[in-house]
């Protein structure tokens, strides 16, 4: 069992910089792909970036693409979600998400999901 709890949300103006962190309980957290999804009030969740349990691949939105990096620290069981120039668009509620392979979190199927945390652009 994998349980992640996301932190580091909170409301900025448009451009301002955020990062998200998510730690992970469980002794097999490095064995795992990771990834972060949004989902904005009235729209379906969606993917934003993953990476692999070694940190060597990682996939991005082409919305997030340039502006957001994901990295991981398996020491400390946690991935991070550095987010630079918001946007408003960019308002919603992320979410981490552990799963076997990067292919699986893209798509949707990870196997465990944080609680979400809130993150609001001003324009």
């Known amino acids: 069992q994998v349980q992640l709890v996301e932190s580091g949300g909170g409301l900025v103006q448009a451009g301002d910089s955020l990062r998200l962190s998510c730690a992970a309980s469980?002794?097999?957290?490095?064995?795992?792909?990771m990834g972060w999804f949004r989902q904005a009030p009235g729209k379906e969740r969606e993917f934003v970036a993953t990476i692999s349990w070694s940190g060597v691949t990682t996939y991005y939105a082409d919305s997030v693409k340039g502006r957001f990096t994901i990295s991981r620290d398996n020491a400390k069981n946690t991935v991070y979600l550095q987010m630079n120039s918001l946007k408003p668009e960019d308002t919603a509620v992320y979410y981490c998400?552990?799963?076997?392979?990067?292919?699986?979190?893209?798509?949707?199927?990870?196997?465990?999901w944080g609680q979400g945390t809130q993150v609001t652009v001003s324009s």
């Open positions: 469980g002794r097999t957290f490095s064995s795992y792909a």
């Open positions: 998400a552990a799963g076997v392979s990067v292919s699986s979190v893209v798509a949707g199927t990870a196997d465990y």
